[in-house]
């Protein structure tokens, strides 16, 4: 059988819908892989065997009988295991949910699967989403398809190792500060942000309200609008949905006339090697017909305070429901009401959410609500419209995505450090703007590095035509060497 792990996830499409191949085929084939390769990669916390399989007969069944065929159909699709489908587990890599069943499937992966996506499992996390290398799950770290003994990035390091490894060829993830894009770079695929309420969040467990989106992890540009064009849809579940129609995402590859600017003072410090990876990745822009313009975002230095106060402090307030008594382990010692609280917390969640839990509850108490939250809002405002003027000189901004390549598991113990990976991530989530991570070339010890590429609000479409652009202009997305 042809290396199906070796195609696109738009060409192992094509390939279903012209009959070259059968459903089934492709879900044994990727289910052997994910058999084969999970247990070193840990990227997979849940696999669905009988229900790819069911999903793969089905879309047999439809194209014997000539019935029309969704836009995913065929492709095997991971889910990061904070968004529900209904029966199934949704542990957020948590052991306080590690017997939660979700009552109903999440809107985003409702049209996934209505669009013929073999939904083949459910995909390690940071727990709760909280980390940028994946090593925070009560489960386990997930290892670097590129080199095991460093981390994917996180908090979306299992479906970002999943799509890396070719285990399945698209992925959700949800970026609160960067929790697509930073495991893209770090893995060699593409990861997008959409625009703040361009797809619904309902049935994604919550981290930071005001900041969570769900997006795509793929091995292409392509694909990932292929993703988009699915889930992108207003619902009528979700407050925060944009009332837009879907949207069509038809790519070329001219930059003329389009001015990118980039924020020459946010680059101060990036180590020679990254500096190099990121002037080539202008030169290509350049080739390609864009003006390069200096912008001025020297506010967005800020941008990791501001995050760390106001996501911790939506943490402490969403977390709060996590109280062992409506979901969760309960603690079994419990003698009073107040036991069952802190005891279940106390052995439920881990280390790093109860750090920003605390941080939360702190900048929300009384007497400092003021100092700190009133004024991370206050910036967050400011930031907003440092990017809307940036946005007047250029169509898109470009930045590198992180200040390294991926670093060994283990390797950063202070939490501040790590913290600081999102340094580049999060201004697009704090001012809600689209935002696509793209395979930019390799550090010296041939690890992947990625650009990013910034976009106003509801300018998914010309963000992800610019990468497009640039993708098809370089070639670096590959398969890992030697992943399994």
């Not at 069911?54 to 159909?73: I, M, S, T």
């Not at 285990?167 to 930073?182: C, H, K, V, Y």
């Not at 609008?225 to 407050?239: I, K, N, Q, T």
């Not at 993708?471 to 670096?476: D, G, I, P, R, Y």
Request: with cysteine.
């Amino acid at each position: 059988m042809t290396k199906l792990h070796h195609l696109s996830a738009t060409e192992l499409r094509d390939s279903f819908c012209k009959g070259e191949i059968k459903a089934v085929q492709i879900a044994e084939y990727f289910l052997h892989r994910i058999d084969r390769a999970n247990p070193e990669l840990n990227a997979f916390l849940k696999i669905l065997h009988e229900r790819t399989l069911l999903q793969a007969e089905r879309l047999d069944q439809k194209r014997r009988e000539n019935a029309p065929l969704g836009l995913l159909a065929g492709i095997p699709v991971a889910i990061k295991d904070n968004m529900h489908i209904e029966g199934e587990l949704t542990t957020c890599a948590s052991k306080f949910l590690s017997n939660y069943r979700a009552p109903f499937t999440a809107d985003a992966v409702q049209y996934l699967e209505e669009a013929g996506a073999l939904l083949i499992g459910k995909t390690n996390l940071d727990e709760f989403a909280m980390g940028s290398a994946n090593e925070n799950s009560a489960f386990g770290p997930v290892c670097n398809p590129w080199d095991l003994s460093r981390v994917p990035g996180g908090s979306s390091g299992g479906s970002a190792a999943a799509v890396a490894g070719r285990l399945a060829l698209l992925a959700t993830g949800s970026d609160t500060g960067g929790s697509i894009r930073l495991p893209a770079a770090f893995c060699g695929i593409v990861g997008f942000k959409p625009t703040y309420g361009r797809v619904s969040r309902y049935g994604l467990v919550a981290f930071g309200s005001s900041l969570d989106q769900i997006g795509a992890l793929s091995p292409t540009v392509q694909d990932a609008g292929l993703m988009m064009e699915v889930m992108g849809r207003h619902s009528p579940h979700d407050a925060t949905s944009l009332g837009l129609p879907a949207e069509t995402y038809k790519l070329s590859t001219s930059l003329k006339e389009i001015k990118i600017g980039v924020p020459h003072k946010m680059l101060e410090g990036l180590s020679p090697e990254m500096r190099r990876n990121f002037d080539e990745a202008i030169k290509v822009l350049e080739s390609l017909g864009a003006k390069v313009v200096n912008v001025d975002l020297d506010i967005a230095k800020y941008s990791v305070a501001v995050y760390y106060i106001l996501a911790t402090a939506e943490a402490s307030t969403n977390l709060a429901r996590f109280d062992g008594i409506r979901y969760g382990e309960r603690a079994k010692k419990a003698k009073t009401i107040d036991e069952v609280y802190e005891l279940s917390r106390q052995q439920g969640f881990g280390s790093e959410v109860k750090r920003r839990i605390m941080l939360g509850t702190y900048v929300l108490s009384a007497g400092f609500q003021h100092a700190y939250y009133k004024k991370a809002a206050q910036v967050r405002a400011l930031m907003m419209d440092a990017y809307e003027r940036a946005f007047d000189q250029c169509d898109a901004i470009i930045t590198p995505v992180t200040t390294g390549a991926a670093f060994k598991t283990g390797a950063i113990q202070d939490p501040l450090q790590e913290y600081l990976q999102d340094i580049f991530t999060i201004p697009a989530n704090l001012a809600g703007l689209p935002a696509i991570s793209v395979p930019s070339g390799f550090d010296s010890a041939g690890m992947p590095l990625g650009i990013q590429i910034i976009g106003p609000q509801m300018c998914d479409v010309l963000v992800m035509q610019y990468a497009y652009a640039y993708e098809q202009a370089t070639k670096h997305m590959k398969i890992p060497p030697g992943a399994v």
